[in-house]
């Protein structure tokens, strides 16, 4: 498992969290509750968020601010409500240039052996 992490500006960084915060009150039958939820503890590291209904594959949305929950919900992941968020953009770019450095730095690796 690897971490990812990066540095976002302030505009960027406020433009998500008020996406984040007003994507329930915009999609509310697309924002689901923990009781539409259940944890698939079949993964070895930790448990996968699924949707009770489709068993989807979920990614769950927190906000805190001084440590009160501003938000909590969890999307489908292949829901359009997600996959046109500006957060999964965000999450994508990131994970993709990720993705090309490890493997760049893979291939150098193998091939100066």
Do not use: K
Request: proline letters at 3%.
């Amino acid at each position: 498992m690897q971490t990812i992490d990066w540095q976002l500006d302030q505009q960027t960084a406020s433009a998500l969290i008020d996406e984040a915060l007003s994507l329930p009150g915009h999609f509310p039958q697309d924002c689901l509750t923990d009781d539409q939820l259940w944890s698939d503890m079949s993964e070895p590291a930790n448990g996968i968020t699924r949707d009770r209904e489709t068993d989807t594959r979920c990614v769950t949305i927190n906000v805190f601010e001084h440590g009160q929950t501003l938000t909590h919900y969890a999307l489908r992941e292949n829901c359009a409500v997600l996959l046109d968020s500006g957060l999964h953009r965000e999450i994508e770019l990131h994970i993709a240039s990720t993705l090309e450095t490890v493997l760049s730095s893979r291939s150098e690796a193998s091939s100066g052996e």
